[in-house]
Each structure stands twice: as structure tokens, then as C-alpha cells.
């Protein structure tokens, strides 16, 4: 069974651009996590979608964004980018729905650089 | 709000050392707990879980995790590391979503 796969895998931006990112999960999954990997926060949880509708939601300010298809691939939008959104996005997926006993697969990531 | 501590930003060991890197949390009510590492260059891979049940936990390449209650803890440990076991290890906790809620890492050296 493949693995969750994210796209790109390293982006260069300026600031004040927008940044759309990439995950497909594993077939059969229908929950999609994010994260963002940061030298300084470590991990933090973006936001979590399942069955197209965002079911979780992290500390992150607006300008984060996400959504999912029928198909369960989600993307992940950044607004007006900023220095420190720099990081390392992960996605991970789940099956989403045996309750509180989940596990999450993570993607290798999207690496982020802005300038 | 929940947290997780791992002590040990650092761990430097030589090859047939014996390791323990801590893991508390705070929440009280029903968690799963998770150790995942981060081999270099790789990405994210679950290394072993808890559910409920035993709390003693086996997972891949020979590590292990004890689930102790009343201390809020999920310890990982390998009685003899290898040289590939240098990885980041983060510990995570879940309560009734998806949302997991990870310590800072740990950075693990083993030199031959």
C-alpha cells in the first residue's frame, strides 16, 4: 500500500506570496491531518479534515488554510507569507473513524523557505 | 490545555549503551500515546503505540515503552542501541480526536 505522499517537496517563496501545498493519503484513509515542524515549536497540529469538512482546528492564525476532496486529498494554503512560516509541513493521515484509537501516518513533508 | 515534556533535548550514547528517553503529559483522562522517530532525511515513522491494556509496549527495532498512570509517563527504551537508531524521537499524546499533541523531541547520537 503506498504511503502518504505530499507535493512539492521543497518551496521557495518571498514574502507576502501564497503557497498552496499537496497530500493525497493513504487509500482508504478518509482523515487528514497538518503540522508544521519548526526548529523552535517543534510540532504543531494545523488543522485536521475529514469527509471534506475541517473537524479540528490548531492555533494558527488565518492565514492558514485548508481543504479536502471527495477523494480524500487535502491541500493546504498559506496567505501572505511571513518570515517565520519558514518550516517543514507534514500531513498525515488516518482512517478517521475508530474514535479515539487512530493512528496517523505521516508524508515527508513540504519544506518551506520564504524570503 | 494538554502538554508533553520529553527532559532530554540530547542524548549522546555509544553503540550497546542502554537507553531511556522520558515522556510526560499532562492531561488525566483516557490518552493514546505514541513514540514516533525521525531517522535523517526520512520522515515521521510510528514507532510503537498505546491503547489501553498491557502497558509494557513492544514496538519495531527492538524498542519498548511502559505506560506508567500515576506518573503521567510513556518512557521509550532499547536495552543496546545501534549507530542506526541516531534519529529524533518525539513523543505524542491523543485523548478523543485526532489532534496529537507532541514533546519537543529528543536528538539521539550513537556513535560506534
Known amino acids: 500500500k503506498a504511503g502518504v505522499t505530499q507535493t512539492p517537496r521543497y518551496l521557495i517563496k518571498t514574502r507576502g506570496q501564497q503557497v498552496t501545498l499537496s497530500c493525497s493519503p493513504i487509500s482508504g484513509h478518509r482523515s487528514v491531518s497538518w503540522y508544521q515542524q519548526t526548529p523552535g515549536q517543534g510540532l504543531q497540529f494545523l488543522f485536521e479534515?475529514?469527509?471534506?469538512?475541517?473537524?479540528n482546528k490548531g492555533n494558527f492564525p488565518g492565514r492558514f488554510s485548508g481543504r479536502q476532496f471527495s477523494n480524500s486529498r487535502s491541500e493546504m494554503n498559506v496567505s501572505t507569507l511571513e518570515l517565520g512560516d519558514s518550516a517543514l509541513y507534514l500531513c498525515?493521515?488516518?482512517?478517521?473513524?475508530?474514535?479515539?484509537?487512530?493512528?496517523?501516518?505521516f508524508g515527508p513533508g513540504t519544506r518551506l523557505l520564504v524570503l | 490545555a494538554q502538554s508533553v515534556s520529553q527532559h532530554n533535548h540530547h542524548v549522546i550514547l555509544s553503540e550497546a549503551a542502554s537507553l531511556e528517553l522520558g515522556c510526560n503529559y499532562s492531561?488525566?483522562?483516557?490518552?493514546?500515546l505514541f513514540w514516533y522517530v525521525q531517522y535523517p532525511g526520512q520522515h515521521l515513522q510510528l514507532l510503537l503505540k498505546?491503547?489501553?491494556?498491557?502497558?509494557l509496549v513492544k514496538g519495531i527495532k527492538g524498542f519498548e515503552a511502559e505506560f506508567i498512570k500515576s506518573k503521567f509517563s510513556f518512557n521509550l527504551r532499547k536495552p543496546s542501541v545501534q549507530w542506526s537508531d541516531t534519529a529524533e524521537y518525539f513523543c505524542?499524546?491523543?485523548?478523543?480526536?485526532?489532534?496529537?499533541?507532541f514533546g519537543t523531541g529528543t536528538r539521539l547520537q550513537v556513535f560506534p
Open positions: 505524542a499524546v491523543s485523548h478523543n480526536t485526532d489532534k496529537l499533541i
Open positions: 492531561y488525566g483522562g483516557t490518552v493514546n
Open positions: 498505546y491503547f489501553s491494556g498491557d502497558p
Open positions: 498525515a493521515s488516518s482512517l478517521g473513524t475508530s474514535g479515539i484509537q487512530e493512528t496517523q501516518y
Open positions: 479534515y475529514f469527509s471534506e469538512t475541517q473537524r
